[in-house]
């Protein structure tokens, strides 16, 4: 228990890490010489540089999460602190620079997934309710870290090291130290799957026993998904001599062939990752931009600290219903929850299309926008992992956690550049882009609504 509490609390600190900035990091940019574009930039490049961090790290892994854990907080220990001298050092890239060096932290995210869908210590029917864990923690990472930087960049701190623009890197890596420090004494990895050779050869079951306990199973399991694997050998009726020693070694699990509809399924999943994080990105960082602007629809001219309670309020206002998803996610089918998730989050798209084309924008409607938008694909979010990987062989665990990791590097850092543009291109056009691609996403969810069921749990 404990390390699976490890597991969610370093989910939270990521999440708090990447959003911490979002509040400050247009002013932070522009001090330094920068631009709104290049502050989404700052915002996003960090999964760009975890993605490409991630397949090398895999190789060093050994299949546990003890090593990525540890290179995760001393990234996250040092990135903070580069990002918190750019401002003495009065480099604009350093700011950069540090977030490249944060991003090697967020490889941790995919480990934090994988870790909740691992079938060697956690079973199917509990695979959605973690999921959901993690999802409340980037619920709480993406409310409390905007609000926590701008109350900072409102206090100020009068220093040329500690101020209202560097204080938040600091104040994470401080946090991040503390944190490794715990991790190290009371993390324990998962048990290695011990080798063939080390097997305890099984005695093959007369046929009459082996019938009965497969139709046990066949009765326990609850409309199971399909999975083809190659032809096993047919059993003979009559009884069969007692196996030799050389041939009672276990033989290797049978491959699995992926269906279209998997193939279909595993598409879509991976496209509904990237949109989540896509437009949650987006939206985090257009807020400060937009809010604080001076084009015709803006009616605010928000400081950091007024744009940063705007994000923390939406993202306050749904851990509630994050917390309802935690239990409703054991009897809902991933696939409802899906359209649920998605149906909500395009109302928020919506009516933002809405109140931008009349320029009726005011404090209530953004807020109602933002608030359906982090709702609805935060609890979409939830369900990309898990309903793959009851899908798929146990086996596949670590791909299946590696595409759905990309996808969500991939929406992150293209959300977080197109919201820092989002005023330069148009509002319009910004909302508008995040229609289309719900939208094709709906039809793919459409077409394969049958091949989405899965087991719930």
């Known amino acids: 228990m404990a390390s699976l509490n490890i597991i969610i609390l370093a989910n939270v600190l990521l999440q708090l890490t990447f959003f911490i900035i979002v509040s400050s990091s247009n002013e932070y940019a522009q001090h330094l010489g920068g631009t709104s574009t290049f502050s989404g930039l700052v915002i996003g490049i960090p999964t760009v540089f975890s993605g490409l961090a991630l397949i090398p790290l895999m190789r060093l892994d050994q299949g546990g999460y003890k090593r990525p854990l540890h290179f995760a907080c001393a990234s996250a220990c040092v990135g903070n602190i580069l990002y918190g001298l750019a401002y003495r050092a009065n480099w604009l890239y350093l700011i950069l620079l540090g977030r490249i ?106 046929v009459q026993a082996s019938g009965a306990l497969a139709s046990e199973d066949k009765a326990d399991e609850d409309e199971p998904t399909r999975v083809i694997t190659s032809e096993a050998p047919r059993v003979s009726s009559s009884p069969s001599p007692s196996p030799s020693p050389s041939s009672s070694s276990i033989s290797p699990p049978p491959l699995h062939h992926m269906t279209r509809g998997q193939w279909g399924v595993a598409a879509t999943m991976c496209w509904f990752a990237m949109t989540c994080f896509f437009i949650l990105g987006a939206w985090e960082a257009n807020i400060p931009v937009f809010t604080s602007s001076h084009i015709r629809e803006n009616p605010f001219h928000f400081s950091p600290f007024a744009a940063g309670n705007l994000i923390a309020l939406g993202g306050a206002c749904t851990i509630p219903f994050l917390l309802v998803n935690l239990h409703v996610a054991r009897r809902v089918q991933d696939r409802h929850t899906l359209a649920t998730g998605v149906a909500v989050g395009f ?111």
């Open 101 to 206: 060096v944060t991003g090697f932290a967020f490889t941790f995210w995919m480990y934090c997934k994988r870790y909740c869908s691992d079938p060697r210590i956690v079973g199917v029917r509990r695979r959605t309710t973690l999921a959901g864990w993690l999802v409340l923690g980037q619920g709480i990472g993406f409310s409390l870290g905007p609000f926590v930087g701008g109350l900072l960049y409102k206090v100020g701190f009068n220093n040329s090291v500690f101020n209202g623009y560097t204080s938040p890197a600091w104040i994470m890596a401080v946090i991040w130290a503390v944190f490794w420090v715990i991790a190290a004494a009371l993390y324990e990895d998962v048990p290695r799957t011990p080798s063939t050779s080390q097997s305890i050869p099984l005695q093959r079951l007369p």
């Open 347 to 457: 109302a928020g798209l919506v009516i933002a299309l809405a109140i931008l084309g009349e320029e009726q924008v005011n404090y209530g409607s953004l807020f109602i926008c933002w608030f359906l938008v982090a709702l609805g694909f935060n609890i979409a979010s939830t369900v990309t992992l898990s309903l793959l990987s009851k899908q798929l062989p146990g086996e596949w665990n670590g791909r299946i956690s590696l595409a759905i990791q990309y996808s969500n590097y991939s929406g992150r850092v293209t959300g977080a550049v197109w919201g820092g543009a989002g005023v330069k291109i148009g509002m319009l056009s910004y909302v508008g882009m995040q229609v289309a691609i719900v939208g094709i996403g709906s039809v793919m969810f459409m077409t394969l609504w049958k091949h989405l069921k899965a087991k719930t749990g």
